[in-house]
């Protein structure tokens, strides 16, 4: 049974960080693209960073020098780190894992609320 299970979200003030995680299981890890996606109240569900099984990195232009995606292979474990939070990044974060283009092969965590207060 596949699992991907979130932490790390909170309340924060404006210009804070946090460190959400993604602990994977049920999958190999290392050969799954990762990425972090984001859905605030009444808005589309967005990609925010991704990185690729071999490390490569991309980041939605709004939190670009501002969050961080790394992931720890041997611990089954993605991560974002945030930086310089603002009220417009409060939404719920998901952790994603996709191999290829097969729905069979893509799963999503259950979510960690990120709330950001000016």
């Known amino acids: 049974q596949v699992q991907l299970v979130e932490s790390g979200g909170g309340l924060v003030q404006a210009g804070g960080s946090l460190r959400l995680s993604c602990v994977a299981s049920?999958?190999?890890?290392?050969?799954?693209?990762m990425g972090w996606y984001r859905q605030a109240p009444g808005k589309q569900r967005d990609l925010v960073a991704r990185i690729t099984s071999d490390g490569s990195t991309n980041y939605l232009e709004s939190v670009k020098g501002r969050f961080t995606i790394s992931r720890d292979n041997a611990e089954k474990t993605l991560y974002l780190q945030m930086n310089s939070l603002q009220p417009e990044d409060t939404a719920v974060y998901f952790c994603?894992?996709?191999?290829?283009?097969?729905?069979?092969?893509?799963?999503w965590g259950q979510g960690t609320q990120v709330t950001v207060s000016s």
């Open positions: 049920g999958i190999f890890f290392r050969i799954f693209d």
């Open positions: 994603r894992a996709q191999r290829g283009f097969s729905t069979s092969n893509d799963f």
